[in-house]
């Protein structure tokens, strides 16, 4: 689950990390009440959306009267943001982080994500702040710092003192600044169960203090249970519906660019059979996966889920019965065609636990537009000729 | 032969008498599995499933010898139970809970690994040794006994690949689900030299997926120590960037993790790298015809 910066920085300061003041608005007339009360005399005007590149998109704009605030809060405020990270229809803007302006001396970059390698969570720093890091890790991998924390002794000095020399402060209260501010920092990620903090940039003061200008958050859903009030953070209009809506009953879904709707059990399975059409020259319309207690229910919500896309020419159904038994599956899809309108052809492939069984339940139902599969090859096969008329 | 597990290895249940625990417990007895007990706080000394119940995982080694434990707590219980495990002298966590917050999993796999005990998983099938011994959830019968070792972050694909290794004639020596959490046990590079070493493995399935390293890693060692034939599947050549597709672990970040870097690794290590899981079980017989 990711997080706005607003509420990153909300966050921070519980911990006392240093964050210019701020004020979270959803109109233009508290963007400007919020700068009255902030006082300047530079205000940044950003747009709040869980995407980065949001400045390169022209989300966040310098002010320097109140006049501006309301101009640019105006013209933020509604917009449609596209950036790298969102899709190529962007994202609607509804809140804004109306924010003191800071003295920036330097742009720095600092966060902390979970090494899979090491298994233990690794802080990243680098002084090329405010470029994306990708970028700084391709082109200048030597500009970045890495420091493993090993959550058994938690963040010591030497970690600290590791990014300090990385960074090149010689400055002996700058060195004591960023160890600070990197040791607080750790303990937000720790304490919260977070999955990445990412500060870019982070800004030396002219007074050498360290400032984090922006704040990213994600948190492990795994872990939401024991944080009630990180859980309380989650903003739906962020995420995408028809995954919300699939995801209450089950369902783990993503919508992709194809023509072939594919309901799968076992996320790996899933996968393995958008691979599969896509081998054979079809493309995939979405991920589903309707994990490992299938039901007619949940297979008919699969299918109306899936047929709201209006390119889906076909549906591929790729089971593997474990313990999960394909007769009963079977009859879940009968039942899911009698709730929900499928219009368009239905390929099914059910394999293990009375598989002979379920072959004969459909066989007998006599659905028109359904087409059995005999295994995955030939059902992705058959799926992929619906697809194109055949 | 097979590897980690066979018809003598006693093992526990932790949340023995919960709901999945029972219900795939009495499946694993039924297989075969010498199921010697269970452990569930404020029940020892009953009786389930015919086998006794003990409060801790100390009291139930001490009374039945087991080394490998089989686990279903509920998620936020998991690292507890892992550790729990390490400490009383368990050799083997085969961790099936689905859920479990990473925060734990770092702390408890690095504690059962001071402690000397293997863990495979959580989230995963778990491992079984055709029939002789099944320590998880994946349906038996599928897994008919043979020559091939497999090793999959998937459990549905695992069957698929079973099954086709079944279906063209071949059979199953030991099937490991390593799981597709961001931290898992043992995995290919510990899992590969085993069936290099058993004598009775003469080819290896090895199912992947994209996010993280461990495929790469697996195509180095590979190349250096693995002679027997290896055929590989990666499954999410298809998926979309930063998206979490099912499992927690399979994202592509950027550009690393893709299936794409996964698969040209494997195959310079020689290993065949199949397109579809649907060719498997034909790629197996190819390399085991060329051989």
């Known amino acids: 689950m990711n997080i706005h910066e607003y509420q990153a920085k909300q966050i921070f300061k519980k911990y006392g990390v240093p964050t210019p003041k701020g004020i979270m608005v959803e109109s233009v007339k508290d963007a400007v009440k919020a700068a009255e009360q902030l006082g300047g005399p530079v205000w940044v005007v950003k747009a709040q959306i869980h995407a980065g590149g949001r400045g390169l998109g022209g989300g966040v704009k310098l002010a320097k009267s109140l006049e501006e605030v309301e101009t640019l809060a105006d013209e933020i405020l509604g917009m449609t943001l596209v950036t790298h990270q969102t899709t190529a229809e962007g994202k609607l803007v509804q809140k804004l982080y109306i924010e003191d302006g800071a003295d920036i001396k330097e742009e720095l970059y600092l966060s902390v994500v979970l090494d899979r390698k090491l298994e233990m969570p690794l802080i990243m720093a680098s002084t090329e702040g405010g470029m994306n890091i990708e970028d700084v890790a391709e082109k200048t991998p030597e500009k970045i710092i890495t420091v493993p924390v090993d959550p058994a002794i938690g963040f010591q000095s030497f970690h600290g003192r590791e990014l300090a020399f990385g960074l090149g402060l010689t400055d002996k209260d700058e060195q004591k600044n960023i160890i600070n501010f990197a040791k607080k920092l750790y303990k937000v990620y720790i304490d919260n169960d977070a999955e990445m903090i990412e500060i870019n940039p982070l800004v030396k003061t002219g007074k050498g203090e360290f400032i984090a200008l922006d704040g990213k958050m994600g948190f492990d859903n795994s872990a939401l249970g024991r944080h009630p009030d990180i859980a309380e953070m989650r903003d739906l209009t962020e995420e995408d519906a028809d995954e919300l809506e699939a995801a209450k009953y089950g369902l783990s879904y993503v919508a992709l660019d194809g023509e072939i709707g594919c309901m799968v059990n076992g996320a790996g399975l899933a996968m393995g059979t958008m691979d599969t059409i896509n081998y054979m020259g079809g493309t995939p319309a979405n991920f589903l ?12 919500k699969g299918f109306e889920i899936i047929l709201k896309n209006p390119k889906v020419k076909a549906i591929f159904v790729n089971i593997f019965g474990g313990i999960v038994r394909c007769d009963r599956i079977a009859n879940g899809i009968i039942e899911a065609t009698k709730i929900t309108d499928v219009n368009v052809p239905v390929i099914v492939r059910l394999d293990g636990t009375n598989a002979p069984e379920a072959a004969e339940i459909l066989k007998n139902a006599k659905i028109t537009n359904l087409i059995v599969g005999d295994d995955l090859g030939d059902g992705a096969a058959k799926a992929v000729a619906a697809a194109k008329g055949e | 032969m097979s590897i980690l597990v066979n018809k003598d290895t006693k093992v526990i249940v932790q949340g023995f008498t919960g709901k999945e625990g029972s219900f795939h417990a009495e499946q694993c007895i039924a297989y075969g599995t010498n199921i010697v007990g269970g452990v569930t706080p404020n029940k020892g000394g009953q009786k389930h499933l015919d086998k006794p119940v003990f409060n801790t995982v100390r009291e139930a080694i001490k009374a039945t010898q087991a080394t490998v434990s089989m686990i279903f707590v509920p998620p936020a219980f998991v690292g507890d139970a892992v550790m729990e495990a390490a400490e009383a002298g368990i050799e083997l966590a085969v961790i099936i ?97 085993m069936f290099e070493a058993d004598s009775e493995t003469e080819a290896i399935v090895m199912i992947g997926e994209i996010g993280g390293d461990l495929e790469i890693q697996a195509a180095k060692l590979i190349q250096k120590q693995i002679t027997k034939p290896v055929v590989a599947f990666i499954a999410g050549q298809t998926a979309p960037k930063g998206k979490t597709m099912g499992h927690a672990g399979a994202i592509v970040s950027g550009s690393a993790g893709t299936a794409k870097e996964k698969m040209e690794a494997l195959e310079a290590a020689g290993v065949k790298v199949v397109v579809s899981p649907a060719e498997i079980g034909k790629a197996i017989a190819e390399v085991l015809n060329k051989k």
């Open chain 1, 289 to 300: 996966d309707v994990g490992g207690s299938a039901n007619a229910e949940t297979v008919a």
């Open chain 2, 97 to 193: 809970t689905e859920g479990a917050p990473v925060k734990d999993m770092q702390m408890a796999k690095a504690h059962a690994t001071k402690h000397g005990m293997k863990t495979i998983g959580p989230n995963c099938p778990g491992i079984i040794t055709a029939e002789e011994c099944k320590i998880g959830i994946m349906p038996g019968m599928i897994f008919k006994k043979g020559n091939i070792g497999l090793i999959s972050k998937s459990g549905t694909l695992t069957y698929e690949g079973a099954n086709q290794v079944c279906n063209e004639g071949y059979g199953i020596t030991t099937a490991v689900g390593i799981g597709g959490d961001p931290i898992i046990g043992l995995s290919y590079n510990q899992i590969l030299p």
